[in-house]
């Protein structure tokens, strides 16, 4: 069955960096994209970027360019998020999220999200 | 950017009324928008993509509408479960930009 397994909720100081990784099993990992997403506490939804499961090809949300990089891991079936420099406003629950590669990219099965937390 | 403004960012409602969610964007996106449920302490689920196509098992009481600028989420006979935040997003151009929220809440 389909299953997005994401690594255990990390605590991080300010300035380090954390790599999130997105485990997928259940359909063809390289016919699909990964997307992405975070949600701090008791806020809304927010978009990071996405990553393409079969070229590698990324497109970055402007405000995280310099700072992310998203990565996969074909023989893994993994999807990797890597956030770097991190302040205590990166602090927040990060989820992947299987993404159709047609237009439009709609995101049709999220993973159960990675908490992240940045403190002193 | 392409902004998505919902409306209204809170609505208190009893089981069995009819809800209806608005969205909108700053500027024409066809049809390239889908509508997310979260449930507390849990991942969204996709309700609604290319504006009003339903995603597999989700109940038929959930419908999407519009197109350009304009959206709407509509349960059309408030269930428990549904007691949730619906989130749009667009899908026209990146970033792929999520609208506030709408908290549906029981009344």
């Known amino acids: 069955q389909l299953q997005l397994v994401q690594s255990a909720g990390e605590v991080k100081k300010p300035g380090a960096s954390v790599k999130v990784s997105c485990k997928a099993s259940g359909y063809t990992f390289t016919k699909y994209g990964m997307s992405w997403v975070r949600q701090a506490p008791g806020q809304g939804l927010e978009w990071m970027g996405f990553?393409?499961?079969?070229?590698?090809?990324?497109n970055y949300a402007q405000k995280f360019e310099g700072r992310v990089t998203m990565t996969t891991d074909r023989s893994t079936n993994t999807a990797y998020m890597e956030l770097r420099s991190l302040r205590s406003d990166d602090t927040a629950v990060y989820f992947c999220?299987?993404?159709?590669?047609?237009?439009?990219?709609?995101?049709?099965?999220w993973g159960p999200g990675t908490l992240v937390t940045v403190s002193s | 950017d392409i902004q998505l403004t919902q409306s209204p960012s809170f609505l208190s409602a009893s089981v069995g009324d009819r809800v209806t969610i608005t969205c909108r964007a700053s500027?024409?996106?066809?049809?390239?928008l889908a509508w997310f449920q979260q449930k507390p302490g849990k991942a969204p689920n996709l309700l609604i993509y290319?504006?009003?196509t339903l995603q597999s098992g989700v109940p038929s009481r959930f419908s999407g509408s519009g197109s350009g600028t304009e959206f709407t989420l509509t349960i059309s006979s408030l269930q428990p479960e549904d007691f949730a935040t619906y989130y749009c997003?667009?899908?026209?151009?990146?970033?792929?930009?999520f609208g506030g929220g709408t908290k549906v809440e029981i009344k």
């Open positions: 999220a299987r993404t159709v590669t047609v237009i439009p990219p709609y995101s049709d099965f």
């Open positions: 290319v504006a009003s």
């Open positions: 997003q667009q899908l026209d151009a990146y970033p792929l930009n």
């Open positions: 500027e024409g996106i066809s049809t390239h």
């Open positions: 990553i393409t499961g079969y070229t590698g090809n990324t």
